[in-house]
């Protein structure tokens, strides 16, 4: 890997997935209480698996403690629905490859904020966050008018692939730049991206 100096340098690397093993394997008394949150944490994660409603409120706690209101978190639930109905659109009009979402993810994006994912990210001061936990509620009613426009338009299309599913999110996203911009100027701002 490349080292502060900007010479490449050896070095040892695990995923996440290693690390967690490689503590459950030391057998000093003071990884104790880490190895039982692991423990703990398992658990839990197969009590969801066998009743999902589980995991469900876990995240409506997460999103509580770090506090969003009510509305904020039915409206995130929403996009998550919207989001499954586009992206099962356009594994129907042939998009399967993660690359080929992301793709088009960034093109709808862009098309109704004016941002790549990437830039809308760095303008919210976001690593690794997930971007749409950071979007005001009126973002997430744009992104959904977008991707619910897309969805709908590729809907009324027979023909399958990669540019026909371009040709609907950039449709789709334009829909939702038209709006963002009508309300933009009803209200006087100079954007509705925070």
Known sequence: ???FDGKMRDTDVMTTEQILRLVQSI??????PFK???AQ???ERIDEAYDPEIAINRALDIYRKKGYSEEWINQR??????????????????????RDFA??????????????????K???????????????????VLNMLAET??????????RKGFKEAEDSVIKGGNIARIAKEQLEKRNRKKSCIR
């Open 36 to 38: 039982l949150w692991l």
């Open 41 to 43: 944490v398992g658990k």
């Open 27 to 32: 057998p000093s008394k003071k990884a104790e």
């Open 149 to 158: 426009s897309s969805t709908e338009i590729s809907k009324s299309k027979t």
């Open 122 to 140: 760095n303008l919210k001061g976001l690593k690794k966050e997930n971007l749409r936990d950071n979007m005001t509620n009126m973002e997430l």
């Open 77 to 98: 639930l929403k996009t998550i629905d919207i989001r499954k109905e586009f992206t099962d659109e356009l594994k129907a009009k042939g998009i399967n490859s993660g």
């Open 103 to 120: 793709i088009l993810t960034n093109i709808l994006t862009q098309a109704w904020s004016g941002y790549s994912v990437k830039d809308y």
């Open 1 to 3: 890997m490349k080292a």
